[in-house]
């Protein structure tokens, strides 16, 4: 069993060259995200894939995909900054003591 690799990308005149090079340079073809990443966010859909089956996978990430990218509970679970979406909430920022209180004079 092997691994099947798509790239959307339009016009190439060399498919062999081009994925040798996305290969080789460690980064996702447009949005230079790291390849690494990608590809194990690309594993955790074959996860959910294997773990519903087919159909079932497809009609629940449709209905997940009604939502929006940042909705969708598949994304979120193989992590939204792995797959490229800018979805992760903002850091909470961590509460500063006020100043103390000083007594009345
Ligand atoms: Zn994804």
Redesign the pocket.
Known sequence: MGDIFMVNEDDLDNPDQRLAEIIQSGQRPEGNLDLDRLLH??ER?SQQWARAGHAWFIAQYGFEALGGECLNR??ED?GFSD?G?DCDPAPVPTPTPGPSPTPPG
């Open positions: 966010h690309e859909h598949f994304e193989a797959g979406y």
